[in-house]
């Protein structure tokens, strides 16, 4: 169909790739070195996305056993294929010459196993690779709409970085702009109340723009759609800057006893942070309090969660950066300060009392919350108290596709012309967390590969 807007120049591409973090860049590298001329488009002035603010541990699922034990309300189709592609996809990036661990690190978020990796090598080795089959790269490119014809995608258009409007033809587009965790009417909407309140763990651009192409464009979305990835942050933040981001997370949670603003546990602890940052939201006020020893502190607190983060005093980062909290000789002094926020003193007594006895038991459940076998109460002084609110890296709902990376319509059927990769994708991650950075890759690489497929179908077929 004609398209309406006024355009001050025209491009032409095999595939055009919407957003540059790590399933984007793997999508186009991917498309370029099956042989199709790609433009892969960033709406930031940097290329990278979230990826880019990673740590570059490049992990998901062991094994499908695992990921269905683990993500029980994951897409196990997806999940399936991603757990048999990792390895293929491992060796590339070896072949690739980026720097890619020699040793595996083991339960990362209590379950997966991965490498670290150099993300920003990955990235620019992506972008080479593009560049050298004669594709563009270009940052300050955001994507006003999609160009169709009936049901069929047939390219985009980019407003430039000096506001020209460049329409691009192109036979396959690959949505990757990496959730919409930036949104906060979206997260209202998918998420319920405190939604808005996340802190934002991520980079800016992630709006939300890959789901509203695509719904525009008829594709449907899917489950997961309340359900996010991001860690537990200390409450307040004088300050929240990407730099802040990973020392600031408090990944010994699940080593702590949490409670909300009623002095009241209302989750397993031991599920792993990740997944206690998605319990918080949904307490009053999107809050909580962490209690632990120093034990805790002097060990998981300040151990290296990923290789290259360093040891770092968690609690103390937290605190320098504004965070409320307590510390005490003995658990009943620090209770005592803890209840001058303004939390019930009895009910909070009451809760790290049954909590420490079931625990001593060997776990079980106290005031209908379970406590694992493995949890240990706080026990060696001094003890600590700090007040944590939730944050957001990326979404898991998003736009239906198949393992091919094309997206599908509510019928299930494909949308010609139109594919998506990574945090655009919905329903991989649902409440548990299968990893970003490789399952990014190994989704931007399928959809990389079909996309290459239909956009360098010759001329004769008529859909090029």
């Known amino acids: 169909m004609k398209h309406p807007l006024t355009v001050d120049e025209v491009r032409r591409a095999d595939v055009v790739v919407v957003g540059s973090g ?27 996305g979230s990826a880019a603010l990673s740590a570059g541990m490049f992990w998901t699922a062991p094994s499908v056993e695992a990921f269905r034990a683990r993500i029980p ?51 620019a080795w992506c972008r080479e690779q593009v560049i050298a089959a004669g594709g563009e790269a270009r940052t300050s ?27 691009y033809d192109a036979a396959a587009v690959v949505l990757t702009t990496g959730g919409f965790q930036g949104a906060r009417d979206e997260l209202s909407r998918h998420i319920g109340p405190n939604a808005d309140r996340l802190l934002l763990r991520s980079n800016p ?47 010994y949670s699940s080593s702590a006893v949490l409670v909300n603003l009623r002095g009241e546990r209302f989750v397993d602890e031991t599920q792993g942070d990740e997944l206690l940052n998605q319990a918080v939201t949904f307490q009053p006020e999107a809050r909580g309090v962490l209690i632990f ?8 607190g300040t151990e290296e969660p990923f290789p290259g983060l360093g040891t770092i005093d968690r609690y103390a ?30 009910r909070l007594h009451s809760t790290l009392t049954r909590y420490t006895e079931v625990a001593r038991a060997g776990g079980g459940v106290a005031h209908s919350v379970p406590v694992a076998a493995t949890a240990r109460p706080p026990q060696t002084g001094p003890f ?19 393992t091919n990376g094309a997206v599908l319509d509510y019928d299930g059927e494909p949308v010609p012309g139109l594919f998506a990769a990574g945090a655009d994708i919905g329903g991989l991650s649902n409440y548990g ?32």
């Open 141 to 167: 490119h955001p994507i006003v709409e999609l160009l169709r014809d009936g049901r069929e995608v047939t390219g985009v258009v980019a407003r430039g970085g000096d506001g020209r409007l460049v329409r």
């Open 73 to 123: 309300l994951g897409n196990l189709e997806l999940g399936a294929e991603l757990v048999a592609d990792y390895e293929e996809a491992l060796a590339e990036l070896r072949a690739s010459g980026v720097r890619v661990a020699d040793e595996p690190q083991r339960d990362i978020m209590t379950f997966g196993i991965g490498y670290s990796t150099d993300i920003q090598g990955i990235l």
């Open 205 to 251: 651009g992630s709006v939300g723009d890959g789901l509203r192409l695509a719904r525009a464009s008829g594709a449907a979305g899917t489950t997961a759609m309340s359900t996010f990835y991001g860690h537990l942050i200390g409450y307040p933040v004088h300050r929240f800057e990407p730099a802040d981001f990973l020392p600031n997370s408090q990944y």
């Open 293 to 300: 020893d120093e034990h805790v502190r002097t060990t998981e």
């Open 317 to 346: 980062m937290a605190v320098e950066a504004g965070a409320q909290h307590a510390e005490a000789a003995t658990l009943e002094e620090l209770l005592g300060a803890v209840a001058t926020w303004g939390i019930d003193d009895g």
């Open 22 to 48: 790590v399933s984007g860049s793997a999508a186009a590298m991917t498309a370029a070195r099956a042989g199709a001329k790609v433009a892969l488009l960033e709406k930031l002035d940097t290329f990278g």
């Open 384 to 402: 600590y108290a700090l007040m944590v609110q939730p944050s957001i890296t990326f979404t898991f709902g998003g736009v239906r596709t198949d």
């Open 433 to 464: 967390y299968a990893g970003g950075l490789a399952p990014g890759y190994i989704t931007g690489r399928w959809a990389g590969r079909s996309a290459a497929a239909r956009g360098t179908v010759p001329l004769a077929t008529g859909r090029h």
